[in-house]
């Protein structure tokens, strides 16, 4: 089961999903891949949840503020070790820092930004807290993608803001995975021909399931909506949902692997 241990620095470290209605939120999400909740000091934190699975961390929540423009959604933040530094590289990369990195008491320093493309990107450099405790398994965080608006833009920023080196798929539309250590860690698609005002550049976030079929099912029973039915991809079976505030996510289940010839 990967956990902190596996992060490596430009790689999702973290997500959480900025909500309408906590508890409603931790309610559903509790449902649909048996989360537990921990409620953050509400001074300290601003109630700020960590859920966990197994006694894991796998992601978080937070009431959405007031000034926020954007609805519910789910944030990705990726991993740096000197946040300061990943500041001044976004700038020089064409992108834009929406605030200081916050230092988050005893846990560690957030950054957010938009990146050259217009999408929304977290940093985080790790105190006590390193990240995930738990990822890449069912019911946890299993993919994180950019739909981008400028493939190439998307891949010049994140190579110099986050330093990664990325192969290309094949076929189309385009697509790159970043890849260290004999791993992929997240991807760029092309999605320029798809998005508009109404849907812009975004990064989604996939949670592993068995059966997507039966995780739809699941979480339409428990509030949330259908946006994107199931299809499948070489990796897998896919389908896109919003959760009962509106924040939009990907369930995924993998194809096993084939029996070896006998």
């Known amino acids: 089961m990967p956990g902190s241990e596996d992060l490596v620095a430009g790689s999702p470290a973290w997500v959480d999903v900025s909500t309408t209605d906590l508890d409603a939120t931790i309610a559903f999400y509790g449902e649909l891949f048996g989360w537990e909740a921990e409620r953050g000091d509400e001074e300290r934190y601003g109630g ?27 944030t990705v933040y990726l991993l740096t070790y000197n946040a300061a530094a990943t500041t001044r590289t976004i700038g ?14 005893d846990m560690g320093v957030m950054g957010l930004a938009i ?68 791993r992929n860690h997240a991807g760029i698609l092309d999605a320029g021909t798809l998005l508009d005002e109404d849907l812009p550049p975004a990064w989604s976030v996939a949670f592993g399931v068995a059966d997507v079929e039966a995780a739809v099912e699941k979480a339409v029973a428990a509030g949330a909506t259908l946006v994107v039915p199931p299809w499948d991809l ?29």
Do not use: C
């Open 48 to 74: 700020y949840v960590t859920f966990r699975r197994h006694g894991k961390r796998v992601a978080g929540a937070a009431r959405r503020q007031d000034t926020d423009p954007a609805p519910p959604h789910w």
């Open 92 to 105: 020089e990369a064409g992108g834009t820092v929406l605030f200081e990195p916050m230092d988050i008491p």
């Open 234 to 262: 070489p990796s897998g079976r896919r389908a896109g949902l919003a959760d009962p505030t509106g924040a939009y996510f990907v369930i995924a289940s993998r194809i096993p692997p084939a029996p070896a010839a006998e």
């Open 115 to 182: 990146d050259a493309t217009g999408a929304v990107v977290g940093y985080w450099q790790p105190g006590n807290l390193a990240g995930f405790e738990s990822f890449g398994e069912d019911d946890t965080a299993v993919w994180f993608e950019l739909a981008a608006s400028d493939f190439d833009a998307a891949e010049r920023f994140y190579g110099h803001a986050f330093h990664w080196e990325v192969a290309h798929g094949d076929g189309q539309p385009r697509s790159a995975v970043y890849r260290h250590g004999g």
